[in-house]
């Protein structure tokens, strides 16, 4: 599974974004997948998970309220909107996928997930 985001930018604290992951290669049907993150100098962390039905969400505490994680397999597309964005949120953004099949609940785990994007660049100043 190939993965490529795009959608990230320089914005001003306050502003939003949307985060496109396409996938390619093989079909994500089954797959739960994410968005993680790594700040510069920082440990990689998960931002968002959604289960292969789209049922099950995943948020870290800091997210909560601000963004919001969604998928269309017809489109092998998974978006990250991002409202409300904060200094904090400043990193590159990655998008992952988890060969698992049909997980009840996506993983946290960033050694569970098998596939990864190039990442995104997302940076907040003012």
């Known amino acids: 599974v190939q993965l490529v985001e795009s959608g990230g930018g320089m914005v001003q604290p306050g502003d939003s974004l949307k985060l496109a992951c396409v996938t390619s290669?093989?079909?994500?049907?089954?797959?739960?997948m994410a968005w993680f993150r790594q700040a510069s100098g920082k440990e990689r962390e998960i931002v968002a998970g959604i289960t292969w039905s789209g049922s099950t969400t995943y948020y870290r505490d800091s997210v909560k309220g601000r963004f919001t994680i969604s998928r269309d397999d017809a489109k092998n597309t998974v978006w990250l909107q991002m409202n409300n964005l904060e200094p904090d949120d400043t990193a590159v953004y990655y998008c992952a996928a988890d060969e698992r099949l049909y997980r009840i609940s996506p993983s946290r785990l960033r050694n569970d997930y098998d596939y990864w994007g190039q990442g995104t660049q997302v940076t907040v100043s003012s």
């Open positions: 290669g093989r079909t994500i049907v089954g797959y739960a």
